[in-house]
């Protein structure tokens, strides 16, 4: 079972719509990540929040928004969507980041996000 | 080149078989390497951290070769259950940060 929760596990939603994805751990770590990932390639990092304080942003477009509550929690806002945003949503956290010996990710489970 | 690059396979083998994938990286100051594993539609997990020793965890063994730049990821034993998508991750300085850089992932289908 994976300690890294997200919800929804499915949305659609159409291009006019704004939506909201979740994310949730209680392992203590103090770094988060949203991460996009779409059928046969690997994950793309979208953000970091490292201490509740973005501290990446790859050049996302600004219809994602992220936001950290605090420090267990992490949304990603939603709005006019295109449909080559559909993707699987991923969230993750380690303990910290940015450090020499990398970081072990924990991945929730994701959010299968269909754009109409 | 690009950073990180991996045989995407598939990778077809028989139960009980050993299978080795390799992951090759350009950047010769990468410090930190690590084997993740992702069942269809479901999200990465970690299955190992690479150490310049080598470290084995039951039927799976990662080495490190610095001089020729590439990561290895050895099944032993192979199950039914090993069936998923293999990702080797380089963490890589870049600028002032550093970065984990993706392979694209190797897939390995385990046969009866």
């Known amino acids: 079972d994976t300690e890294v929760t997200q919800t929804p596990k499915h949305l659609v939603m159409g291009m006019t719509n704004k939506k909201s994805l979740k994310c949730e751990q209680h392992m203590g770590h103090r770094a988060m990540y949203w991460y996009k990932q779409k059928a046969k390639k690997p994950p793309e990092l979208m953000f970091v929040?490292?201490?509740?304080?973005?501290?990446i942003n790859e050049s996302v477009p600004s219809r994602f928004s992220p936001e950290c509550p605090n420090s267990s929690l992490l949304n990603l806002h939603l709005h006019a969507l295109q449909p080559e945003d559909s993707a699987l949503y991923l969230c993750?956290?380690?303990?910290?980041?940015?450090?020499?010996?990398?970081?072990?990710?924990?991945f929730g489970s994701g959010t299968q996000l269909s754009v109409l | 080149r690009k950073e990180v690059e991996q045989d995407p396979g598939p990778f077809n083998v028989p139960e009980g078989a050993t299978v080795a994938f390799n992951c090759t990286y350009s950047n010769s100051a990468s410090q930190s390497f690590f084997w993740y594993r992702q069942d269809c539609r479901k999200e990465p997990k970690l299955l190992m951290s690479v150490y310049s020793s080598g470290n084995e965890d039951g039927r799976f063994t990662a080495q490190l070769n610095r001089a020729s730049q590439y990561i290895s990821l050895l099944i032993r034993d192979s199950k039914l259950s090993d069936s998923a998508t293999y990702l080797c991750?380089?963490?890589?300085?870049?600028?002032?940060?550093?970065?984990?850089?993706w392979g694209l992932g190797t897939s390995l289908a385990v046969n009866p």
């Open positions: 929040y490292s201490y509740e304080k973005l501290s």
């Open positions: 993750a956290s380690s303990q910290v980041y940015g450090t020499e010996r990398g970081e072990k990710l924990f």
């Open positions: 991750v380089v963490n890589m300085n870049a600028g002032n940060n550093r970065k984990l850089i």
